[in-house]
């Protein structure tokens, strides 16, 4: 059993849980179906001041089920079919289009750990394609969005590390792909997908080492000594014949350095994907140590094994930039504030200032460019250190371009 936490504000009163609750410990505390009255019994059942966990396959099934029923309702279905449409075990939502609504990260993120889990499902290939799909067509559509969504993810909940590590790689890759290094479009899908799966041969161990205080052990050193490789058997297993996708998961952390150009298909996109990898990793915190900072990584990424630029790593600094979205900084007014938008270089990000010069928490957002000298950056600020309850939902739409209207 593998358990997550939810929210208490998605629990529905009145209405049949979507599936069961339980504890830490994966104890019983109340099962699908059953009714929640009030909230007084909310937390007779959970206790106050606990956090409440589901089983992540039911969570799967639940939020399955919830996009057949928005994707139903933006196509006008009718009433009485949204009515009948039940919750199905292993709802798959493969056949389905990447309809207009904002995407669901969270659900994305469940999606991929799902996929990533279980590469023995029939419906590997088709869900792995939709993933990508989705993935593409939000990035496409608003990249700072992407961004923000994704690196707030791998910086917040460890436990499913894996699954948004790919994602975020897959996303950074995509864009230094397309807008900086102007590769064709099958080559960055393919790209894409290589990233996603790069670590299919480890996803459990990769999950179990972010949670780990301890070093790995020689077993799983040898695990990961071998996972490229295993990635690549089960991606073959799975009926996976592209040559560069499968070059590039198997050289993803061995691609030497040099120029692009006089590299295969499958070499330029393996190196592309090692310095995304080295760069998201190094930003995202473990149990057993705390994240590097924006300026580290991206030192590490841009300079080569010769300590020349790499043209990679430069590609990725300059789609994605020093100061990603959902990262956090100080400014010279020493407010505290949010990423949310690439700027017109990549020290000159949009934020959204959420602790005041006073170093007390804003009521709203408040919009600064950074490109104007009063409010430059002057540090990053560790995410471990910002004691503000993040609100994706809230402050996704201001990574939009329309944002800068608000100046």
């Not at 993810?153 to 950074?172: C, N, P, W």
């Not at 995509?174 to 290094?181: D, Q």
């Not at 993803?252 to 350095?257: E, K, S, Y």
């Amino acid at each position: 059993m593998r358990l997550i936490t939810v929210s208490l504000d998605s629990i529905r009163l009145g209405e049949p849980l979507p599936y069961a609750l339980r504890d830490a410990k994966g104890t019983l505390l109340a099962n699908k179906g059953y009714v929640i009255q009030s909230k007084a019994e909310l937390e007779k059942v959970i206790g106050k001041g606990f956090e409440i966990f589901v089983d992540i396959v039911d969570a799967e099934n639940h939020r399955s089920y919830v996009n057949r029923l928005r994707h139903m309702v933006s196509s006008n279905k009718a009433l009485g079919e949204i009515a009948s449409t039940k919750i199905a075990p292993g709802a798959d939502p493969t056949r389905m289009e990447v309809g207009d609504a904002p995407p669901d990260w969270l659900d994305m993120q469940v999606q991929a750990n799902s996929l990533l889990r279980d590469t023995s499902a029939a419906h590997f290939l088709p869900r792995l394609h939709y993933l990508n799909k989705q993935l593409r067509v939000y990035t496409q559509r608003n990249p700072n969005g992407a961004l923000f969504a994704l690196f707030h993810l791998s910086a917040s909940e460890i436990r499913l590390y894996s699954a948004t590590h790919a994602m975020l790689v897959s996303v950074m890759c995509g864009l230094a792909a397309r807008e900086v290094l102007n590769w064709p479009e099958e080559t960055e899908a393919a790209l894409c997908l290589a990233a996603l799966t790069m670590n299919v041969g480890m996803t459990e161990l990769q999950d179990r080492l972010a949670v780990q205080m301890s070093p790995p052990t020689p077993e799983q050193r040898i695990q990961i000594d071998q996972h490229a490789v295993r990635s690549v058997q089960l991606l073959e297993q799975l009926g996976i014949s592209d040559k560069a996708w499968l070059e590039a998961v198997s050289d993803h952390h061995g691609a030497p350095p040099g120029p692009l150009a006089g590299m295969s298909d499958g070499r330029r996109m393996a190196r592309l994907i090692q310095r995304a990898d080295m760069f998201a990793a190094r930003l995202a915190p473990r149990a057993s140590r705390v994240p590097t900072s924006p300026a580290a990584a991206m030192q590490a990424s841009y300079f080569d094994e010769n300590r020349q630029v790499d043209e990679a790593g430069a590609a990725l600094i300059k789609a994605v930039g020093i100061y990603s979205p959902g990262s956090f900084v100080r400014l010279t007014t020493n407010e505290v504030a949010i990423v949310v938008q690439r700027g017109a270089n990549t020290t000159t990000p949009k934020v959204a200032v959420l602790i005041n010069r006073e170093g007390i928490p804003t009521a709203d957002p408040i919009i600064r460019d950074t490109g104007l000298r009063d409010y430059r950056i002057v540090a990053s600020v560790p995410h471990r250190d910002v004691k503000v309850q993040i609100n994706l939902q809230r402050l996704l739409p201001l990574t939009v371009t329309a944002a800068s209207d608000r100046f």
